[in-house]
């Protein structure tokens, strides 16, 4: 089953706050510590794997609404629809 627009940007979010979350927690952005885990330099730890794979997701949501909006030349046409119902404020 393919993801809708709304449901990537909503498992996008939800793993940005998650890894913010891991952020406040162990005081280190996510990118830190991300490549410090790929590179085998910090010892196992449960949290470790979980924030790992939660930048895995977010990542990977990332390129899937990139292809998406290239796919379909959405990008534009969402802004533009969004600021338009919104009375371009």
Same mark, same amino acid.
């Given at each position: 089953?393919?993801?809708?627009?709304?449901?990537?940007?909503?498992?996008?979010?939800?793993?940005?706050?998650?890894?913010?979350?891991?952020?406040? +927690?162990?005081?280190?952005?996510?990118?830190?510590?991300?490549?410090?885990?790929?590179?085998?330099?910090?010892?196992?730890? +449960?949290?470790?794997?979980?924030?790992?794979?939660?930048?895995?997701? +977010?990542?990977? $949501?990332?390129?899937?609404? $990139?292809?998406?909006? $290239?796919?379909?030349?959405?990008?534009?046409? $969402?802004?533009?629809?969004?600021?338009?119902? +919104?009375?371009?404020?």
């Amino acid at each position: 089953m393919e993801l809708s627009l709304d449901d990537i940007l909503e498992d996008l979010h939800a793993a940005e706050r998650i890894c913010q979350e891991y952020e406040r +927690k162990y005081g280190v952005l996510t990118e830190d510590f991300y490549q410090l885990y790929v590179n085998g330099e910090l010892e196992c730890h +449960k949290d470790f794997g979980m924030w790992a794979a939660y930048h895995e997701i +977010k990542k990977h $949501r990332e390129e899937m609404l $990139r292809q998406r909006y $290239r796919e379909d030349g959405a990008l534009k046409e $969402r802004l533009l629809a969004v600021t338009a119902s +919104k009375g371009g404020a």
